[in-house]
């Protein structure tokens, strides 16, 4: 049990290993194998969540796996679990699950499409599990890798812009965090504990000064803002968005699933586990701006997706909105909103992996993704007469994403709304708007697709078959599941959250 | 006095190592007939001395830090790592050459030849304790640079390279000869150690003669360095010498000016306030505008070996800064920054020789789709480049990570700042080679004859530190803290 962390994390680079050694013709036995890794991984995470104890806010002793890395900068291979990462493990190994199946049409290079995969989700769950400043960086960095490759090569059209501007935009700002982190090791006195993200929390950098030229700024102040760039570009909040659209549309279905169902949340999770508890007084002192941004990013999103005539671009631009809702139970503080945000960025990770992923399901048929085709005509019309299947899983999908009572989304954005309203009244009542503006563009997107006659070309394509239905079947149940029933979610995280809810509420500004 | 001089003859076994082989290659060379095309001898010869002289400097590791030949070199482990460095990279370029076919046969022997002779002029850069044993080891490495920069006599551009050196060096030489005769007026002597002792009492009236000298000094050590503003010859000479020339020089006089410099800069510069603030800030500004001008230049380039110069600056200005924080530990990550680039260099070198002379030159079109014909070396590449950008976990990442540590610990924030992102901005033309690699389809399915067997093996083995450094550092981070320099 000590080592399952280790386990969870190291067994798909054993996945990737084995298909170096596989030959690349046998591109079935490297699908299964990817299968069938996947698939142990996710098993491994279930045993993680039955072990788990949910009355326990810290790190769960049983795992946490703490060994000197490199002594001379006391870096540690340091490596945790908690009620906030938990419920990201878990959406990472089920996402990866399912996205390898849904790769299976995939004909280019399998070999190294299938071993890049398995290398993502290894450096993703560091990224969720490190407790090592350096640690978690080298794992935030490295994940790039893999992505600039998925995007570059199986991409669409515009691959190659797409990867390579998100490489460079997430660089930049990573490259700032890193900047804070080696300040915070040199501000904490270099000792054991100076990468160690636990101790580091608490706020303790309050009274520390920056010198710049003469001027004397607050150090947790500029090096918050360091790291809220580094975060804010993966989320991605307002200014730093535009790397969104590109790396969505031109990834492949897979990738797009595991860049919104999971690697956006890296951001909020960082807010969570580093910016937030490491400067507590700088994060609220900026949470009205982190609130304001947040709205920004809600209605514009929103707004941005209602005129988007490519349907993944406007799922894409729905992802922007969403995570404004994350931003906002963040920037509340409050113990609903927490909760709120952590349960929607579960939330989020399962509806919008469904659109994704239905979206992929249909441009396999269609080969585009228009609404309104360029010329004017229309790109789909009467889906629902000819996909019955396909539709009613879309119509769970939609309506998830778009906060139905009853379905997953509904409950997180209740939770937030809650939250926030106890802090921004304004904010609130705007990002209500933010909610309606949602509802139009995903049904509007709707009754242009799946309504009215039924196109000629619509007439050649066939429901969905076995395998894509086995694969949409477990997010369906999670999305209606979570729905109606949310406490198992809440409970594994309530503890975690509540802890760092009440660390933000006793610091006095 | 006599008995001394041969006492310390034995820490100067390796230059004399290096000398006779030296003089071997040269006379092995006259025994050939005019159109012999079988030169195995020389470079086996070559490798062989260079592995003797770089046992020797192993065995002197231990000695203790000596002032030695009347006090004008010195013998610390901070120089002889630097040494040990120089002869890696000299036998890397040699075996570069060796299988060159850039390089005329009848000249590889004297590449031989005067690359053992830049590597004495180095070794004697890296050990100099007077001011005129720096200067003859700038010189020494300078004049024989010239004739290797020139080695392709019909080569148009070769000569251009050779002649535009030939002006830098002369007038920077000029210029840091002006700057210690005036060091020696002030202070009436050239000894380091003595230099030093004279800077704690000297006044403000020296200091104003001081400080423009120093300046001037300077000039030398920045030239051999290639750093902003000196660097106007590196692009040049790099794209117009052959690949193998262009790896030399991208290693063994970065290293020795290196050397100097921080020798330089610890000896003189702890002592007086004034002249230290002085040499920091110009060591700081120029620092800022290697990073800069290197990068930006970098992005617009068609040349591989051209990029290559560039980005080779602005590596020279992440050192720059961790030399100018003037502790142990920025001493340490300059070496750790030397040994993650000369590894870095070399592969990025050898592969981009290789396929320069397939196709006679190193346009970034040529290495469209090399993922699909050789895949290990365009995924090596692809690894060496990543690492000069400082993408963790490789070395390239752990060099910068030393760098920023300790210009952070001096707290001097502005400039890791800078430095970062200079990242990001020398990611952009990294990832362009990648993605011409990787994500374009090949121009040709041409076989690229380079890489045979034992190429392809050996670019692998020399790409191994790239990855390890970046995992497991610990070990060579020891070995570059126990380099200690010897500050007077």
């Excluded at chain 1, 006391?74 to 190994?93: K, N, Q, R």
């Excluded at chain 2, 840091?176 to 009436?188: P, Q, T, V, W």
Aim: with cysteine.
């Amino acid at each position: 049990m000590h080592n399952l962390l280790n386990y969870i994390l190291w067994f798909p680079v054993l996945g990737m290993l084995g298909i170096v050694f596989i030959p690349g013709k046998q591109e079935n036995t490297i699908r299964y194998w990817a299968l069938l890794n996947t698939l142990i991984t996710f098993g491994l995470t279930l045993v993680l969540y039955c072990k788990f104890d949910s009355t326990v806010g810290d790190m769960q002793s049983l795992f946490t796996i703490n060994k000197p890395w490199i002594p001379s900068f006391h870096i540690f291979y340091a490596l945790g679990v908690d009620g906030i990462s938990l419920p990201m493990i878990l959406l990472t190994a089920l996402l990866f699950f399912l996205c390898i199946l849904s790769s299976w049409t995939v004909g280019k290079s399998v070999k190294s499409y299938f071993a890049l995969l398995l290398m993502l989700e290894s450096t993703v769950f560091g990224v969720f599990m490190s407790l090592d400043f350096f640690l978690f960086y080298v794992y935030w960095e490295v994940m790039l890798l893999p992505m600039f490759f998925l995007i570059g090569i199986w991409g669409g059209e515009n691959r190659e812009y797409a990867a390579v501007k998100f490489f460079l935009y997430t660089f930049f700002g990573s490259i700032l965090m890193l900047l804070g982190i080696i300040a915070l090791y040199m501000v904490s006195g270099q000792t054991e504990e100076s990468f160690n993200i636990l101790a580091l929390s608490g706020g303790k950098w309050s009274k520390e000064v920056l010198n710049i030229f003469g001027f004397s700024l607050p150090f947790a102040k500029i090096f918050f803002l360091a790291m809220f760039v580094g975060f804010a570009i993966k989320v991605p909040v307002f200014p730093f968005h535009t790397w969104l659209p590109h790396a969505h549309v031109q990834a492949p279905t897979a990738v797009s699933v595991i860049l919104a169902g999971v690697l956006l949340k890296m951001g909020t999770y960082g807010f969570l586990r580093i910016a937030f508890p490491i400067f507590p007084e700088a994060s609220i002192y900026f949470s009205s701006a982190i609130a304001w941004l947040g709205l920004i990013n809600v209605i514009y999103g929103a707004l941005c997706a209602m005129a988007q005539t490519d349907v993944k671009k406007l799922v894409a631009y729905s992802s922007v909105s969403h995570m404004g809702f994350v931003m906002l139970g963040l920037a509340a503080m409050t113990v609903q909103g927490m909760n709120g945000a952590v349960l929607q960025m579960f939330n989020h990770g399962t509806s919008t992996a469904m659109m994704f992923l239905l979206i992929g399901i249909l441009y396999e048929r269609s080969h585009h993704r228009w609404i309104v085709k360029p010329d004017g005509t229309k790109g789909f019309g009467g889906l629902y007469t000819q996909l019955p299947r396909y539709s009613i899983v879309f119509i769970i999908a939609m309506f998830a994403s778009m906060g139905l009572p009853g379905l997953s989304g509904f409950i997180s954005e209740a939770l937030i709304f809650l939250g926030i309203y106890q802090k921004f009244t304004t904010i609130t009542a705007l990002a209500l708007f933010g909610l309606l503006i949602g509802a139009a563009y995903l049904l509007w997107m709707f009754k242009r697709m799946f309504f009215g006659p039924v196109l000629d070309e619509v007439k050649k394509y066939n429901d969905m078959n076995a395998r894509e239905i086995f694969y949409m079947v477990p997010l369906c149940v999670c999305v209606v599941v979570f729905g109606i029933f949310p406490s198992p979610l809440l409970n594994m995280m309530k503890a975690s959250v509540g802890k760092l809810v009440s660390m933000l509420a006793g610091i006095h500004v | 006095m006599p008995v001394q001089y041969l006492a310390n003859l034995s820490l100067y076994v390796p230059e004399l190592v290096v000398v006779a082989t030296m003089m071997g290659v040269l006379f092995l060379e006259s025994t050939y007939r005019e159109n012999e095309k079988n030169h195995h001898f020389v470079f086996f010869l070559t490798l062989f001395g260079l592995l003797v002289a770089a046992v020797s400097v192993v065995a002197n590791f231990t000695v203790l830090p000596t002032e030695f030949f009347t006090h004008s070199l010195i013998h610390d482990s901070f120089g002889n790592l630097s040494k040990l460095l120089m002869i890696f990279g000299t036998m890397a370029s040699v075996y570069l050459s060796y299988q060159s076919r850039e390089i005329d046969q009848d000249l590889k022997s004297e590449f031989s030849a005067i690359a053992l002779g830049v590597l004495v002029g180095g070794m004697l850069l890296s050990s100099a304790h007077n001011m005129l044993t720096l200067y003859l080891g700038v010189e020494t490495l300078s004049v024989l640079s010239y004739a290797l920069a020139a080695m392709r006599k019909n080569d148009e551009k070769s000569a251009e390279a050779g002649l535009k050196y030939v002006l830098y060096g002369g007038v920077t030489a000029g210029l840091m000869l002006f700057g210690i005769s005036h060091i020696f007026g002030a202070l009436g002597t050239i000894q380091f150690t003595e230099i030093k002792l004279a800077l704690e009492k000297v006044d403000g009236a020296k200091l104003a003669i001081l400080i423009p000298s120093f300046l001037l000094f300077f000039a030398g050590i920045g030239y051999k360095i290639a750093c902003v503003p000196f660097h106007m010859w590196s692009p040049d000479v790099y794209e117009g010498s052959p690949t193998p020339v262009t790896a030399f020089f991208s290693l063994v006089p970065k290293v020795a000016g290196v050397a100097a410099l921080v020798r330089v800069t610890f000896s003189f510069f702890t002592v007086n306030v004034l002249l230290n603030h002085t040499w920091i800030a110009l060591l700081s500004t120029i620092a800022a505008l290697t990073l800069t001008i290197g990068n930006v230049t970098a992005i617009g380039q068609r040349s591989v070996k051209r990029m290559l110069a560039f980005s080779s600056i602005s590596h020279v200005g992440m050192i720059i800064l961790g030399v100018l924080v003037t502790s142990d530990e920025g001493l340490r990550s300059v070496m750790f920054y030397l040994i993650s680039y000369l590894f870095m260099t070399i592969v990025a070198f050898y592969i981009v020789a290789l396929v320069s002379e397939q196709y006679g030159n190193d346009y970034f079109e040529r290495f469209n789709g090399l993922a699909s014909r050789y895949p290990l070396m365009a995924i090596l590449l692809t690894m060496v480049m990543f690492s000069l950008s400082g993408v963790p976990p490789l070395s390239g990442f752990v060099a910068k990570f030393n760098i920023f540590a300790v210009v952070i610990e001096k707290r001097y924030y502005v400039l890791a700042l800078f430095a970062a992102l200079n990242s990001v901005v020398s990611l952009y033309y990294y990832l362009k080679i990648v993605r011409l690699m990787i994500f374009k389809e090949a121009e040709s399915s041409e076989e690229i004859r380079g890489f045979g067997f034992v190429n392809q093996a050996l670019i692998s083995i020399c790409s191994v530190p790239v990855v390890l450094l970046g995992i497991y550092w610990e070990r060579v981070l020891m070995w570059a803290q126990g380099a200690k320099l010897f500050v007077p």
